[in-house]
């Protein structure tokens, strides 16, 4: 089975500052790697898939980028609403494995 | 606009079974994949199984095989998740979620399955 090893775990920044979360693939997915942002009691949304691809209606300020097997999620300026729980997900292969998630917090 | 509303949940007592549905809906839903994903509480997200469009392939997590039966119905625009020898740890908010090519692109709102004495 492929695993995600994603950090932080937890972080907590600033309004405008740059933020970014990772993704480690114990091996090659290429770009099958999706990121997801989860609020409390609501359904996690898509924000990037293909590692670097937007999804439909995500701010421009959310972008993806990999290095090998290892998957960048950059949030350029936070923003008020950006807090939440953020999980990676490889869609390579079955068994579908996600990130233990990064907890994001404002300061 | 894509809706999938699942329901179902409840509480079950260990050993016992449940089956939950998911309808979709604002989509054609014979041409995608579903999936069942779950969160227990105060926890991560856990990928339990998949079906293709046209049910010819099906996966499943290694923590519910022989336990959990994934189905749909196309004529009824429906998903099953059939559970049964329920355990304390399947205890969780479960989701259906639509496939795109190695991603989940919409989600239901969740049902809870609470196993417990």
């Known amino acids: 089975d492929i695993q995600m090893t994603q950090s932080p775990a937890s972080l907590s920044a600033s309004l405008e500052e740059i933020v970014t979360i990772t993704c480690q693939a114990s091996?090659?997915?290429?770009?099958?790697l999706a990121w997801y942002q989860q609020k409390p009691g609501k359904s996690p949304q898509l924000l990037i898939y293909?590692?670097?691809s937007l999804a439909d209606g995500v701010p421009s300020r959310f972008s993806g980028s990999r290095s090998g097997t290892q998957y960048s999620l950059k949030i350029s300026r936070l923003q008020v609403e950006d807090p939440g729980i953020y999980y990676c997900l490889q869609g390579y292969s079955a068994p579908y494995t996600f990130g233990a998630g990064t907890k994001l917090e404002l300061k | 606009e894509v809706q999938l509303v699942e329901s179902g949940g409840g509480l079950v007592q260990p050993g016992r079974s449940l089956k939950l549905s998911c309808l979709a809906s604002?989509?054609?839903?014979?041409?995608?994949?579903m999936n069942w994903i779950r969160q227990a509480p105060g926890k991560g997200l856990e990928w339990v199984a998949s079906?293709?469009?046209?049910?010819?392939?099906?996966y499943y997590a290694d923590t519910v095989k022989g336990r959990f039966t994934i189905s749909r119905d196309n004529a009824k625009n429906t998903l099953y998740l059939q559970m049964t020898s329920l355990r304390s740890e399947d205890t969780a908010l479960y989701y259906c979620a639509r496939s795109v090519v190695a991603r989940f692109d919409y989600w239901g709102q969740g049902v809870m399955v609470t196993v417990s004495s």
């Open positions: 079906i293709s469009s046209s049910s010819s392939y099906i």
């Open positions: 091996q090659d997915i290429g770009n099958w």
């Open positions: 604002g989509f054609t839903f014979s041409n995608y994949g």
């Open positions: 293909g590692a670097t």
